[in-house]
């Protein structure tokens, strides 16, 4: 089976599984990489702008880069063998950045609604100190503040948008291919299947429901940003696929 594997497909599995290797070496020595290397809103003091592309390689649990590199591991060596190892990097790195992207704009737009409940004065504290006092492991006795903050300085991490792109190009270029899923265990088309992921993901990021620390709106981005460049891309060549 890994023989089978594509070699961007393959150096990214690595890639990632050495970053979750550092992240875990340098939490034993007290340092979180992911608030340096994580995706922070560029109002946050903890923004930086390599974080656009350094994110994707970060992961908040095992589980969590388990998830994505399996759907890397399944669909991706498909599609670099149709569009070559160039395009599927620039495909990648694309719907990663995008999905970047829009996720700080959402999360921008949030974090705008919540300073409208919000004395003027909070609102310069958070943005001086806020980032500071999580860096120490506390925040605002206030929930208002407190929750502010946290929409503001809390980076996000994960390969999720850069995937959630592979799915929907696999689901394009072979939309008849049966998928066969786990729960519960029938086959399905893969244009079925990102049909309706994308429908719940939809759901799930109007929905807001309590204690749900996924970011929605950067998987639908990447499913958008996927979306358009693969119509580009196919307006330019007619047999693209």
Known sequence: MFDRVTPIVKN????????????????MKG???SDFLGLHSFRSL???PFQMVSYMFMHASFTHLLFNMFALFIFGSALERVWDAKRFLIYYMATGVGAGLIQMLVAHIRINSMFAEIPQEAIDLILTDGYGLL??????????????????????????????????????????T??????PPIPIKA?????????????????NSPGDNVAHFAHLGGM?????????????RQNFY
């Open 224 to 236: 958008l940003i996927g979306y358009i460049l693969i119509k580009k891309w196919q307006r330019d």
């Open 191 to 207: 244009k079925y299947f990102v049909i309706g992921y994308g429908a719940i993901e939809l759901w799930m990021a109007f929905s």
């Open 46 to 48: 903890g923004f930086q």
């Open 31 to 33: 340092i979180e990489l």
């Open 12 to 27: 990214l599995l690595i890639i990632n599984g050495l970053f979750f290797i550092a992240t875990l070496a340098f939490r």
């Open 178 to 183: 049966e998928l066969m899923l786990l729960f």
């Open 135 to 176: 860096q120490q492991g506390n925040n605002y006795a206030d929930i208002l503040m407190g929750n502010a903050n946290i929409s503001l300085n809390i980076p996000t991490v994960g390969a999720s948008g850069a995937v959630f792109g592979i799915l929907l190009a696999f689901g394009m270029l072979f939309p008849n």
